[in-house]
């Protein structure tokens, strides 16, 4: 099983930066592939952003440009760097792991990342 716990939101404003981190443990050499995820109030929620074991990345094009995720294989740490900050990306981001080995989706318990204008 993998565990996932997130850090880094806050309280910024617009144009500012954030720096998201995503901490996995567990049965870490199973994930395939990692993302984040955001929900606003009264909305669905929806992809950030993803990356593979090979590095590839996939963006909302509503960040595209604007974010950048990465990931320490190694040290099973996900991360999403965040410039530009928009007062509409204001949400809770959740940090994802899909593991191939046990076919299952992980989640963090989200943080709260605000932008102020």
């Known amino acids: 099983q993998v565990q996932l716990v997130e850090s880094g939101g806050g309280l910024v404003q617009a144009g500012g930066s954030l720096r998201l981190s995503c901490a996995a443990s567990?049965?870490?050499?199973?994930?395939?592939?990692m993302g984040w995820y955001r929900q606003a109030p009264g909305k669905q929620r929806e992809l950030v952003a993803t990356?593979?074991?090979?590095?590839?990345?996939n963006y909302a094009d509503s960040v595209k440009g604007r974010f950048t995720i990465s990931r320490d294989n190694a040290k099973g740490e996900g991360y999403l760097q965040m410039n530009s900050l928009k007062p509409e990306d204001t949400a809770v981001y959740y940090c994802?792991?899909?593991?191939?080995?046990?076919?299952?989706?992980?989640w963090g318990q989200g943080t709260q990342v605000t932008v102020s204008s």
């Open positions: 567990g049965s870490i050499w199973s994930i395939s592939l």
């Open positions: 990356i593979n074991n090979s590095r590839n990345t």
């Open positions: 994802n792991a899909y593991s191939i080995q046990y076919r299952t989706n992980y």
